[in-house]
């Protein structure tokens, strides 16, 4: 059931990312370009930047570090595969693979759709959207190996 329910949530996430830039058009800067030329203004960017980047990367093994310690979590816990309850938080991971699996996928839809229209702006956003998921990914991938006593042994 949840492999299905898995499929179902990757086509839906590539499906509104493909819709997703077509709704509305971009909305030109209402900032003055000569404050947009300020250093200030450069400096913020980079900021967002790098927290969309390494944000996740940053705070999922300090969720699952917190998570880890939880008494209610599981003593023992799995490693994320296409069957596995991703809403099961019990065993947190899942979750977060999950969100970096759909983010992805739609980062990749909403990408494709602005390059067929060749919308710069948009495929701007759809590459950061990949990139935090990326980031969202190796974070997880991070926590695994961290938390490495914590996880269920295959072999």
């Given at each position: ?81 296409w ?8 065993d ?6 999950f ?27 759809g590459a ?10 190796l ?17």
């Open positions: 059931m949840w492999f299905k329910i898995r499929v179902l949530g990757i086509v839906l996430s590539v499906i509104v990312g493909m819709g997703s830039s077509h709704f509305k058009k971009a909305p030109a800067f209402i900032l003055p370009k000569e404050f947009l030329a300020e250093p200030v203004w450069l400096v913020l960017q980079i900021l967002i930047l790098l927290l969309v980047l390494a944000g996740p990367l940053l705070f999922v093994p300090l969720i699952l570090w917190v998570q880890a310690r939880n008494p209610v979590s599981s003593p023992v816990w799995t490693l994320p595969n069957n596995s309850n991703f809403l099961n938080f019990q947190p991971v899942h979750f977060f693979h969100g970096a699996v759909l983010g992805f996928v739609y980062g990749l839809g909403y990408f494709g759709d602005a390059f067929v229209i060749f919308d710069k702006l948009k495929m701007a956003a950061c959207v990949i990139a935090s998921s990326i980031s969202l990914f974070g997880v991938k991070a926590s695994m190996r961290l938390f490495a006593t914590k996880y269920q042994k295959i072999m």
